[in-house]
């Protein structure tokens, strides 16, 4: 963290830009996440779809330039660190892994990193199609547990990799799906141990996306070092949950809510805990009808938001101060980081503002 900047900005990162077997086969030959960005179309009125790339127009992972030009941005513009979604199945079942392979074997580009563990069964919601189950998630046990540790303790060891007074990083996307969680952290850090590490500083995400009561709450007794809030900025009441629903029901569509720029007063206030900021949020590229949307959001919002998560960490020592923002690239998602057509550089622009007032 330089000196100008008040907090640890990391953005988490989806691998889903270069076409692989498996999406060749559940979707079409060519399937990445461009697909269905691409494809996006209004669904209501002043729904704002397609939302389409500028800088680095529509990229593929496989080529280096590409993510030498993500790197660039990411530190010029204030964030220190890509959060990999990184995906392991059990018993060495794997996906989406070759761009971060390539990133740590031919060690560029120069921005930081750290894994985040995937750890939930994949299913058809790219299509609308939730119920359909392409991959489940499998936890064999304690020897899983290592041949998952020793395949990724390379990029542990890796001088880019993120740390936290000298542990890395290491996020876990649903620790309420971990058969103990407890007993995970024990088995984790013992392992780190053994391979000459000072330990790991593992982070637990706690989901509460509407504000309807987080999906994990035991990280601190289960032994991890934080745990992130993250919640979609949009508030939900009873007011704006019954105009939600009359809307639907008098137009149809996807939930519509407004984006919020005061979010951070509903985050816990407790060390242990960590905030997550989003630009914006529209799924409805991956899930149709069936999605939700969020109104309203602009650079300014963010960087208001980004602000106040920023005072939030401020009584915590500098190697903690850790912001999460959803997400560098999530395109079918509606929260990316990267230069767009409608706005420029105005996701990173407010960012970075943030991350200085």
């Given amino acids: 963290m330089t000196d100008d900047l008040k907090a640890r900005a990391i953005a988490f990162y989806l691998p889903q830009f270069f076409p692989i077997p498996e999406n060749d086969q559940w979707w079409g030959p060519g399937f990445t996440e461009w697909t269905n960005a691409a494809k996006a179309r209004p669904l209501f009125r002043g729904h704002v779809q397609p939302t389409l790339p500028a800088d680095l127009g529509f990229y593929d992972l496989r080529v280096p330039e590409t993510r030498q030009a993500q790197s ?62 392409l991959k489940h998630q499998r936890y064999p046990g304690p020897e899983d547990d290592q041949r998952h540790f020793d395949t990724i303790l390379p990029a542990f060891r890796d001088p880019r990799y993120l740390r936290v007074d000298g542990k890395p990083v290491f996020y876990v996307f649903r620790p309420e799906e971990l058969p103990h969680p407890a007993e995970f952290v024990d088995r984790w850090q013992a392992m780190a141990r053994a391979a000459g590490l000072p330990g790991l500083y593992l982070v637990a995400e706690m989901s509460d996306l509407l504000g309807r009561g987080a999906t994990y709450r035991t990280g601190a007794a289960d032994g991890f070092d934080s745990s992130v809030y993250m919640r979609i900025p949009v508030r939900v009441n009873q007011a704006t949950t019954l105009r939600m629903r009359l809307r639907r029901k008098l137009r149809g569509g996807p939930e519509v809510w407004p984006y919020v720029d005061d979010i951070m007063k509903t985050v816990p206030r407790d060390r242990a805990i960590q905030p997550c900021v989003y630009p914006n949020w529209d799924n409805t590229p991956r899930s149709g009808r069936r999605g939700l949307a969020v109104t309203g959001a602009t650079p300014v919002r963010f960087r208001r938001n980004v602000q106040d998560a920023v005072a939030l960490l401020q009584d915590r020592p500098a190697e903690e101060r850790l912001l999460w923002v959803k997400s560098w690239n999530e395109w079918a998602e509606g929260n990316h980081l990267e230069p767009d057509l409608r706005e420029g550089h105005g996701w990173l622009e407010a960012l970075r503002s943030g991350l200085t007032a």
Wanted: glycine fraction near 10%; hydrophobic fraction near 45%.
């Fill in 72 to 133: 660039d941005l990411a530190r010029e513009y204030g964030v220190e660190a890509f959060a990999y979604w990184h995906y392991w199945f059990g018993e060495g079942d794997r996906i989406l892994e070759r761009p971060f392979l390539e990133v740590l074997e031919s060690g560029s580009p120069e921005v930081s990193f750290c894994l985040a563990w995937a750890n939930q069964s994949w299913t058809g919601i790219w299509h609308a199609a939730g119920d359909k189950v």
